[in-house]
Antibody
Framework: EVQLVESGGGLVQPGGSLRLSCAASGFTLINFWMSWVRQTPEKGLEWVANIKQDGSATYYVDSVRGRFTISRDNAENSLFLQMNSLRVEDTAIYYC??????????WGQGALVTVSS | EIVLTQSPATLSLSPGERATLSCRASQSINTYLGWYQQKPGQAPRLVMYDTSKRATGIPARFSGSGSGTDFTLTISSLEPEDFAVYYCQQRSYWPQTFGQGTKVEIK
């Protein structure tokens, strides 16, 4: 059974940093692109970042490029999202997702990130 | 960026009825459209991809159609577990984008 379990969410002040982790199981991580997708009541679902199977290529939505870094450790079956210079508008539920043919075929339960003073 | 517009915002139907959800793209996306189902407190779940291909474990009462800019997700006979919010997503152009959702609620 494919499972994705996020951790690391929480409350952080504007300008602060947070690192999300995602533990993957039930499939061979190195065979798949992986993504982070976030959700807010105001903006709905928004793709945030992608990373290629071997980590050699990464892509970001414009609003987070230069502030967020997606990475992975295939040996540890883990995906990460380092979030720096956080803004109030980054407040969202962040989902770790597996990518198949550019669709998000499995999702974690989500990690809530709240950016507030 | 491709904008996906879903209609209606809310669909009020009874179990056993047919649900027809629409998703319109701001420009042609071929057939590169998917649908997700989200229930309260849960993550989205992939239902359909490439317009008409059912994802793993999705029952045959779900079907998809369309091409270019206009797409439809049809649930032929609503079961109690189908009442949820449905989102469309395009993969034709970077960045992948989602629609704002259609809520299918019990009438």
């Amino acid at each position: 059974e494919v499972q994705l379990v996020e951790s690391g969410g929480g409350l952080v002040q504007p300008g602060g940093s947070l690192r999300l982790s995602c533990a993957a199981s039930g499939f061979t991580l190195i065979n798949f692109w992986m993504s982070w997708v976030r959700q807010t009541p105001e903006k709905g679902l928004e793709w945030v970042a992608n990373i290629k199977q071997d980590g050699s290529a990464t892509y970001y939505v414009d609003s987070v490029r230069g502030r967020f870094t997606i990475s992975r450790d295939n040996a540890e079956n883990s995906l990460f999202l380092q979030m720096n210079s956080l803004r109030v508008e980054d407040t969202a539920i962040y989902y770790c997702t597996r990518v198949a043919n550019a669709y998000f075929d499995y999702w974690g339960q989500g990690a809530l990130v709240t950016v507030s003073s | 960026e491709i904008v996906l517009t879903q209609s209606p915002a809310t669909l009020s139907l009874s179990p056993g009825e047919r649900a027809t959800l629409s998703c319109r793209a701001s420009q042609s996306i071929n057939t590169y459209l998917g649908w997700y189902q989200q229930k309260p407190g849960q993550a989205p779940r992939l239902v359909m991809y490439d317009t008409s291909k059912r994802a793993t474990g999705i029952p045959a009462r779900f079907s998809g159609s369309g091409s270019g800019t206009d797409f439809t997700l049809t649930i032929s006979s609503l079961e109690p577990e189908d009442f949820a919010v449905y989102y469309c997503q395009q993969r034709s152009y970077w960045p992948q984008t989602f629609g704002q959702g259609t809520k299918v609620e019990i009438k």
